[in-house]
């Protein structure tokens, strides 16, 4: 993996996306569920809502993830790990406005 980027976004060089976009990476779906954890649902409803477009991935070992948790959030040649990392991270970067009404 390559270097620890400004903001807690960290270049991923091991990882090739066929698409570019928004991939949020998660547990596993669970009965139907986006995923099996709070965190990893709270990602997904922020895009959901935000209406960004994103291909949802679950995945099972995050040994390869920022911080080797999930949720984590992959855009091009970044990857973002953490729930409150990420949806700041798309606020800035999208200019969300989620909060404000």
């Given amino acids: 993996m390559g270097s620890l980027a400004r903001g807690g976004v960290q270049r991923i060089t091991a990882i090739v996306q066929e698409e570019a976009g ?3 990476c998660s547990d596993p779906a ?3 569920v ?35 948790q999930r949720p984590y959030l992959i855009e091009g040649d970044d990857a973002v790990g953490n729930r409150g990392r990420i949806i700041s991270y798309l606020t800035h970067r999208y200019g969300l406005t989620l909060d404000a009404g």
């Fill in 22 to 24: 928004l991939t949020p």
């Fill in 30 to 32: 669970l009965f139907g």
């Fill in 34 to 68: 986006a995923g099996d954890n709070g965190y990893g649902l709270k990602v997904f409803a922020c895009l959901k809502s935000a209406g960004l477009p994103f291909s949802h991935t679950h995945i099972s070992d995050a040994s390869s993830a920022p911080r080797a």
